[in-house]
Every structure is written in structure tokens, then in C-alpha cells.
């Protein structure tokens, strides 16, 4: 049985630069990996490319048996591809609720079954009616991520998702990935920085660097990889 992703020998060039140097990457249902490495290590290109949003030059890249060469992202988004991105794409005049729902596109079968147990997730129940904008940066994280979730993702693709966080926040988002992991059972790959979110994630790491994915295993594992340590634990 063929893995849920799998990418093989990408690669993509901007202006001379190869931000994918023959990437290669199998990702099972239900898995979840964090990906690590240093800015400009081609992390972000990485979902560009699985998301629709830039065109691989060359590579297989695959989802579920089908080709994502050549889709355009609301196509790769249908096949259940979904990402939050660094900077919280809510919609700040629309309360908490009205957001989820948009969000679900107005699925009765979510509304009924699933919205009130997302706001628990996100630790919003008593902020549903609340306009969004008014919301703390770690609420807004985390709206956007049950929002993302209310689409019916296959697979997440979630960016630095505590970026701007206080450790409580930080802690809480930890804590709220994995309920939704093991509620959901959807796949998760995630991009950060911060080694100690990584630690308590507690799942697959993979090491990215120059474009290619150079190490993974357990963040026991790699914490003691030499090449880990110069290359990326190092330079905390």
C-alpha cells in the first residue's frame, strides 16, 4: 500500500537558487512530522510546492495516488490538502463562530456535530461571539487552526504555529495539535523553530537543509546527530 505523500527527487530553482535539491519524503495517513532546519533551508518552498502555490521544476509529487504536478491549489485543497500559514488568516470582523462556519462552508453536519467540540479544542467556547480581531495572537492561532480543520483536511500543513507565542500559549498549542491529531487522525506535517514545542509534539522529525531532507527519526534521535547539532540545535 502506497504512503498518503510521497515526493521524490523535487526540485525547484528560483533564479539560480535550488531551494528543492531532490526532496524526498513519504508522509503514512494519519502520520504526523515536524520539520525542522534553519530559514532558508527551503521548508517554506516545500509546502509552496505540495500546495499548489509554486509549480515543482522537477520531481514526483504525489497524494493518495495522484499526481499533484500541474493542479492548481484549490484542486490540491479539494483532494484534502489544506495549510495555515504563519500570520493568522481570520476574518476579524466576523465573530469566532461566524469564522468556524465559514470555514466548514456552512455544512450543517458540521454545525451540528463538530463546532461546539472545536471551540472546546481551541479553548473558545465562551469566545464564540466574540468579534475575532478583538481575539489574543495565540487565540487567533488557534481559531485558524480548528478552522483549517473544520475544512475536512486529509492533510495539514501548519507553518511555525507558534510564532509570536508566550510559553503558555506555545504549551496550549501543543496541547491542542495532539487532540485534534488523535480525534481527527488526519496527517500533519509542521514547520518550527522552537525545539522545545518539538520535544513535546512528541512525533516524527525530519531535518531539512539546503533543500533536502537530511535526517529524520525521533527528536531523541536527532537532538544527538552531530550533524543536527551543527547544522541546526546548535545555533540555540
Known sequence: ???????????????????????????????????????????????????GAVAADNGKLQFDGESLRGLEPYQIARLGILRKFQVPGIYPDLTVRENLLLAAGGRPD??????????????LSDRAEVQAGVLAHGEKQWLEI??????????LLLDEPTNGMTAAET????????DLHQRYGCAFIVIEHDMGF?????????????????????FAELQDDPLVKEAYLGQA
Open 171 to 178: 504549551a496550549a498549542t501543543v496541547a491542542l495539535i495532539k
Open 110 to 123: 458540521v454545525v451540528v456535530t463538530d463546532l461546539a467540540e472545536l471551540l472546546g479544542l481551541a479553548r
Open 146 to 155: 480548528v478552522m483549517v480543520l473544520a475544512g475536512q483536511p486529509r492533510l
Open 198 to 218: 518539538v520535544r513535546e509534539l512528541d512525533c516524527a522529525v525530519a531535518l531539512m537543509l539546503q533543500g533536502r531532507i537530511l535526517r529524520q527519526g525521533s
Open 1 to 51: 500500500m502506497s504512503a498518503l505523500l510521497e515526493v521524490a527527487g523535487l526540485e525547484k530553482d528560483f533564479g539560480g537558487v535550488r531551494a528543492a535539491d531532490g526532496l524526498n519524503l513519504s508522509l503514512e495517513a494519519g502520520e504526523m512530522l515536524c520539520l525542522i532546519g534553519p530559514n532558508g533551508c527551503g521548508k517554506t518552498t516545500f509546502f509552496n510546492l505540495i500546495s
